[in-house]
Structure formats: structure tokens, C-alpha cells
């Protein structure tokens, strides 16, 4: 799950990574970055479909996220070896 | 009055809070533990969730403390009408539990700040602001990260329409300025309250504030917000 500032929102720990390092050091194309916060989760589930709505049933009912401030992306792999 | 003063591990505002009410003739505070979903002894006025770091701000400042047993019982309490304050991480909480809407997000400086600031009373129509007056200027500390008030722009609108926002941080002289917004937040705002006006989230600190002695004004005007659980909006004094 990536839990990061919706668009429009500022997210002034990227904005210091890009001001203060990436174009003081000659990346000048990079145009933007956001931070954000990655919680990856390991589910037992019969299929990657339902894992994903289990996690997301999770981040809705607990508010892992504010919705107010922030959007989560959730992706889904499998765990290797398993 | 009873009040009850929610601790989480993790608080560090909360026997200061008990100190400051204890200072306030009528109010009777109890510390009750997080864990507690019926509330110590029952039968409070008044509940507050103080300042600190509970379950050291882990995922997000508020975030966890939420979804303590306690906040059921804050929640039934506030569905009540009963005044709920929460200063600081308890506005955090408060936030995160939905009780007041919104997000407090990092400051935009990204440090945590730490210093006294003016906050202008901007409605007194809560239970936190009814002895004060609009417009009074009040001197209180900050001290916290995660502080800069969003709501996306039209939730906002309805937020400063409904007159929600409860205090805001401005100059000496009550001027709200870029200079004197210490955390990015959005239009200057320090505190909010919820439709009701009996649930009120600040970030200052008024029980760090609740003594002429603690002030580097020599003002008390800490107790001035926790006493007026005290007035009824009016300027009548509570039985």
C-alpha cells in the first residue's frame, strides 16, 4: 500500500528532496516528488483478487489513510516462494 | 463539573492537564486510561484528550489512539452534546477518529515548532470559548509536527461558512498574517469545532498557559479556554 498526499495537497518532505538535493545536484528534469508513507502487508487469501479487497476493506474501516488528505494505492504481488 | 482526561501511551500533556484544572475552582478531573471504553466512573461533564505522542504517532499522528476502547465511549459521549476538548495529539485523535473533520498534516517547514504564539477567538458559541470574547487575542505555546490544518477547498468553504473555525493564529494585535501562520496551516487556522460546537480540536497548548507564571506575558489565558466549560454561552455561569 502506498499512502501518499492527494494531488493538490502539499507535500513539503518531496518538495525538500527535489529543491534542496535533486536540483542543487544537476537532475534538472526531475519535475516533481512526493513522499509517501509504504506499508507492505502479507495476506493469506485464495486469490490475489480477494486479497486486495480484504486489504482495502482494511484501510477504509481502520483509516489507515485520511481521506481528507490522502489517497492509498494498493498493489498486489505475490510473496516469492510461496 | 467531572472531567475526564483520556491518557494513551504515549501522552505527555496529561498531568499537566490535571494540574491546570485542578487550579479551576468547580472543575473535578480524573485521569482515565485508554483501555476504559465505559469511562472510570462515568457520569463526566466534560472529556479531554491531552497532548503527547500516543503509540509514539506510529502510522500517523492520531491515527492509532482512534480506534482506542476509550474513543467509543468519547464518541457516544459527544453524540451526547457533552463538551470534548482535544489539545494538540488529542486533536490529532479527534481528527482521526472523525469526530472533527479534516487531516493535520506535516508543517510546512517540516520541523516541529515549539514556541508561543497569539491565537484569535473566532467563535464562542463552544463550550471552550464561551468566557472568552470574539475577536480576544489569547497567548498560548505550540509545540508539535504534524499541525497544518487541510480540508480540500470546498469542505473548507462549508467549514468557514458553518463558522467552525474556533481559533486562529494571528499577530499581537490580532492581525492574521503569513508571519504569524507558525505551520503552513490553512487560513491560519488553530483550532476547529464540529457542527454541534461541542467537540473542539487546538493546537495550542492551554494548560501550558494556565498560570501567569508559565506565561512569558504574565497571562493566564489557558484557564480562560478550561474554565469556560464554567460559562454557558451567554456569559452565565454553569450551576
Redesign the interface.
Given at each position: 500500500m502506498v499512502i501518499s498526499n492527494k494531488p493538490g495537497v502539499r507535500e513539503p518532505e518531496g518538495e525538500t528532496i527535489l529543491h534542496d538535493l535533486v536540483a542543487k545536484s544537476g537532475f534538472e528534469q526531475v519535475e516533481s516528488i512526493r513522499a509517501g508513507k509504504y506499508l507492505r502487508v502479507k495476506v493469506v487469501a485464495p486469490d490475489p483478487a480477494s486479497a486486495k479487497k480484504l486489504v482495502e476493506k482494511m484501510c477504509n474501516e481502520l483509516r489507515i489513510f485520511n481521506p481528507a488528505a490522502h489517497s492509498c494505492e494498493v498493489s498486489i504481488g505475490r510473496v516469492p516462494g510461496q | 463539573m467531572r472531567v475526564a482526561v483520556i491518557r494513551f501511551p504515549g501522552s505527555n500533556c496529561d498531568l499537566d492537564m490535571m494540574a491546570a484544572l485542578k487550579t479551576i475552582k468547580g472543575i473535578e478531573p480524573d485521569l482515565v486510561w485508554h483501555e476504559d471504553a465505559a469511562l472510570g466512573r462515568g457520569g463526566y461533564g466534560a472529556v479531554i484528550l491531552p497532548g503527547g505522542f500516543a503509540f509514539a504517532d506510529r502510522?500517523?499522528a492520531g491515527?492509532i489512539a482512534?480506534?482506542s476502547p476509550a474513543m467509543a465511549g468519547v464518541k457516544r459521549l459527544a453524540d451526547r452534546g457533552v463538551p470534548v476538548l482535544g489539545v494538540c495529539n488529542g486533536f490529532q485523535i479527534l481528527?482521526?477518529s472523525?469526530l472533527l473533520?479534516?487531516?493535520l498534516?506535516?508543517?510546512?517547514?517540516?520541523k516541529f515548532v515549539c514556541k508561543w504564539t497569539h491565537v484569535r477567538v473566532e467563535n464562542t458559541r463552544t463550550p471552550f470559548t464561551s468566557g472568552l470574547s470574539e475577536g480576544q487575542v489569547l497567548s498560548m505555546p505550540i509545540a508539535h509536527g504534524e499541525g497544518r490544518f487541510?480540508?480540500?477547498h470546498a469542505?473548507l468553504a462549508e467549514l468557514e461558512k458553518n463558522g467552525q473555525v474556533a481559533f486562529r493564529y494571528c499577530d499581537s494585535s490580532g492581525r492574521t498574517t503569513p508571519g504569524s501562520n507558525p505551520t503552513?496551516t490553512l487560513h491560519n487556522i488553530a483550532g476547529v469545532c464540529n457542527k454541534a460546537g461541542n467537540v473542539v480540536g487546538l493546537m495550542p497548548h492551554p494548560e501550558r498557559a494556565a498560570e501567569a507564571l508559565l506565561s512569558p506575558l504574565g497571562h493566564p489565558d489557558g484557564a480562560l479556554v478550561l474554565s469556560s466549560l464554567l460559562v454557558r454561552s451567554g456569559g452565565r455561569r454553569r450551576a
Open positions: - | 502510522l500517523r491515527a482512534a480506534n481528527v482521526e472523525g473533520p479534516g487531516a498534516l506535516r508543517n510546512s517547514t517540516l487541510f480540508l480540500p469542505e503552513g
